[in-house]
């Protein structure tokens, strides 16, 4: 299917976590608020804005801000168990490329981290981190009722990269199907993870994507620890 209002559609959905084709029905759609949690062994959450110089159904300039936090616990063992959390933060600009298929939006900007070691003997506030993160993703719809996601990010603050593939098919009200995903940075800490995921379903007034499947976590050279999650995103068009 091709034309104006597929294209509406799918300029709304070139969000870094999900988006609204009902929101995309107005002409006028050039901002979305956005938030996201995923919690397992591990818990990060992100929130903030994507704003389109002109509209979101048109080729054109975008600027996606957000901030981040997570916790994940390191050690263990012989080594003493500590929590590390950390901070992000990043403004990015770039262009998105809006198809009768899909979206292709490609951003870089700068971003800043900083992260503290707890543990029983006390906390450790380690340096400000400053980077530039280059973030690319691809909406499309291959067919009329299936919905096919790609998210990369990489970020010099933290030296870490991550990486989304989802595919989804029209069913009771939201696009279901697989999801999977991969992260590491700068510690030799990595993450992979796959399962379902339930992508634009509306309730009150918001669109959501929930998820929920498998993960495996640990540090390089060393054994991968599994352990279920769950993911929920949530945003509003304005």
């Not at 029905?25 to 397992?40: I, P, Y």
């Not at 936090?69 to 770039?94: C, F, K, Q």
């Not at 981190?129 to 280059?134: D, F, I, P, Q, T």
Request: charged share 15%; aromatic share 10%; hydrophobic share 45%.
């Amino acid at each position: 299917m091709a034309g104006r209002p597929l294209r509406r559609w799918l300029a709304a959905l070139a969000l870094t976590a999900a988006a609204s084709p009902a929101a995309a029905e107005d002409a006028g759609l050039r901002s979305v608020l956005f938030s996201s949690l995923e919690a397992g062994a591990s818990v990060f959450s992100t929130s903030g804005a994507k704003v389109a110089f002109d509209r979101f159904d048109r080729d054109g300039p975008v600027v996606l801000v957000s901030a981040g936090n997570g916790m994940r616990l390191e050690g263990g063992g012989r080594l003493p168990v500590l929590v590390r959390t950390t901070l992000l933060g990043s403004a990015l600009g770039g262009y998105q490329f809006v198809r009768p298929w899909g979206v292709v939006t490609v951003l870089a900007g700068p971003e800043l981290s900083v992260e503290m070691l707890t543990g029983a003997g006390g906390g450790t506030l380690l340096p400000l981190r400053s980077g530039v993160r280059l973030h690319g993703e691809v909406w499309a719809r291959p067919t009329e009722s299936t919905l096919v996601t790609a998210t990369v990010i990489l970020g010099s603050a933290r030296s870490n990269a991550w990486a989304r593939l989802s595919w989804g098919l029209a069913l009771f009200g939201a696009y279901l199907g697989p999801e999977a995903s991969a992260s590491l940075d700068h510690t030799g800490y990595r993450k992979w993870s796959f399962g379902l995921h339930a992508t634009d379903y509306a309730f009150g007034g918001y669109r959501f994507r929930l998820s929920a499947g498998c993960q495996f976590e640990g540090r390089v050279n060393a054994s991968m620890r599994p352990s279920p999650y769950l993911g929920l995103a949530i945003w509003n068009a304005l």
